[in-house]
């Protein structure tokens, strides 16, 4: 476990559903781990039956295992996909297939994907697995068009808690991990899960709320 400030974090794993709850800053995130297609499948339905039609955000962020020359990526390892209480972590690099209930969700016009420098995760996830986003967004471009001269270049803690309140850390054992893994630990999994709730709610509060 790792904590945030005065708002730690924790995770629990719950063996009957098979979900994780990471609780942070008070909010009880329900993550979805997995590298199978039809539980991919399955929660994008549920995301579509409870916001389908409706114009939203959707976190997005991409982690991958360091590579040891510093001027190249090796290929994403798990997409990290938030819209209010809901994440989905895919291990990418294990899947057995990508569903087209996936594909679909990215290319749905309602949803709008953010995070930081998003346009370049998002054309990593092209090359590497074929999936585009019909919709993105860079957060950091649109706060610093929201408040211009209050940042320089900010990181997704520093928005996190600027925007939001939200007070994140970004632990480097964990960034710098190695997100190949077969089996991913449980800092891992909250790690991958807050950021893409950050962006979440960055985003919503800059597009939704405005």
């Not at 609780?23 to 997995?34: D, R």
């Not at 295992?65 to 972590?89: E, F, G, V, Y």
């Not at 967004?137 to 270049?153: C, E, K, N, T, V």
């Not at 996190?160 to 054992?173: F, I, Q």
């Amino acid at each position: 476990m790792f904590g945030f400030n005065t708002n730690p974090s924790s995770i629990t794993f719950n063996p009957t559903t098979s979900k994780y709850s990471v609780i942070f800053s008070g909010k009880t995130i329900e993550t979805t781990l997995t590298d199978k297609a039809a539980v991919a499948d399955e929660w994008v339905r549920e995301i579509l039956s409870i916001h389908a039609g409706k114009p939203m955000v959707v976190g997005l962020d991409i982690e991958w295992r360091p590579h040891p020359i510093r001027s190249m990526s090796n290929k994403s390892a798990t997409l990290q996909l938030c819209i209010d209480d809901k994440c989905l972590i895919l291990q990418l690099f294990y899947m057995d297939e990508i569903p087209e209930s996936l594909k679909s969700f990215l290319a749905d016009s309602n949803f709008t994907f953010v995070g930081i420098e998003v346009g370049d995760d998002i054309a990593k996830l092209k090359n590497e697995y074929g999936l585009d986003c019909s919709r993105s967004a860079d957060i950091r471009d649109l706060a610093m068009q929201r408040w211009p001269g209050r940042f320089r270049r900010p990181g997704l803690k520093d928005l996190a808690w600027e925007v939001t309140n939200l007070p994140m850390k970004k632990p480097k054992h964990v960034s710098m991990s190695n997100w190949e893994a077969r089996v991913l630990s449980e800092n891992q999994i909250e790690y991958a899960c807050i950021d893409a709730y950050a962006s979440y709610k960055i985003g919503h509060k800059l597009i939704i709320e405005k």
